[in-house]
């Protein structure tokens, strides 16, 4: 699947992955493959799939047709949550001609352990193959990162790559910092206080790999056991990003808690909208 999206960091997603197996609480992706999702798999395997074309309706269950989907229609999630590497879907940037900031894998996490690394290569030569795009990846398994630029696989020619990764707790969760590579976090949903930052400290930054643009979001939908983030966490936050020079960007979901202090920043110059850009 490649569209335009509701996701406000971004012009657009393309899913030529989905699926995950992290089995966070809070999925909002799970829930829609489940309920999208054809359930082709063995729900009793732990598997992934390769798809080389689309699976539509007529070569599935019964129950899609008597569910009112109607007869030919594109199933984006045959196997629910299943990893699943849908290969017919890797020309959609190369087809995209006006240049947008594209979220890889908005359904999936495409660096999780179970992910063949061949998947991942063929996803990232097909943005190389469609260069004018910036893309922006985001995993919970940065090491990955690390693995594949030890490799070659990732490499810092790959300037329009920002290479994310996601922070829900502070404390816990491992960030993903790179001198030469531009590099984003994300802390959505926000799960826990943030520390008081201290005041600036240009000496300590010196050394340290900074990320230059920071996400934050609270939980949506209507889990139990949801939390929601206090005014104070993200001021914490907020102020830790200024101390490192970066950029700071606040999903619509904070909009009310932080009233007058939201912020949405980018650390990069807009692409123009569509009838400006570099046509192919
Ligand atoms: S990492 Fe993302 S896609 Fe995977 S289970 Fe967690 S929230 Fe869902």
């Keep these: 699947m490649g569209d335009k999206t509701k996701i406000d960091w971004c012009d657009a997603s393309w899913n ?87 979220f890889v894998c908005s359904m999936a996490d495409l660096f999780g352990n179970w992910v063949p690394e061949d998947w991942i290569i063929q996803v990232l030569e097909a943005c190389r193959k469609a260069p004018w795009h910036r893309y922006l ?15 070659g696989i990732i490499t810092p020619e790959d300037r329009n790559f920002w290479l994310g990764s996601t922070v829900t707790v502070e404390t816990r969760d491992k960030m993903h910092y790179h001198s030469k590579m531009h590099t984003f976090q994300s802390c959505e949903p926000m799960l826990a206080p943030w520390p008081k930052a201290g005041p600036p400290n240009p000496e300590s930054m010196k050394n340290h790999w900074m990320p230059e643009w920071v996400i934050f979001g609270a939980e949506t939908g209507n889990r139990k056991g949801k939390v929601i ?39 990069w110059e807009p692409f123009e909208k569509a009838g400006g850009g570099t046509p192919l």
């Excluded at 984006?76 to 290969?87: A, G, S």
């Excluded at 907020?238 to 606040?250: I, T």
Aim: hydrophobic residues 30%.
């Design 229 to 267: 983030p206090k005014k104070e966490w993200v001021d914490n936050a907020v102020q830790m990003c200024r101390n490192m020079g970066a950029a700071v960007f606040m999903k619509d979901s904070l909009r009310g808690i932080m009233g007058p202090d939201f912020v949405q920043e980018y650390p």
């Design 137 to 151: 990846f985001l995993t919970k398994n940065p090491n990955r990162y690390d693995e594949l630029e030890d490799k």
């Design 16 to 102: 030529p992955v989905t699926g995950c197996r992290h089995d966070c609480p809070y999925c909002y992706a799970y829930g829609i493959a489940k309920r999208f999702g054809a359930h082709l798999g063995d729900p009793l395997k732990w598997e992934n799939h390769v798809l080389e074309h689309p699976v539509r309706t007529s070569e599935t269950h019964e129950y899609m047709r008597m569910a009112g989907i109607k007869e030919g229609t594109v199933l984006p999630y045959p196997y629910d949550f299943d990893p699943t590497f849908h290969k017919y879907r890797l020309d959609i940037p190369f087809r995209w001609t006006w240049p947008r900031t594209i």
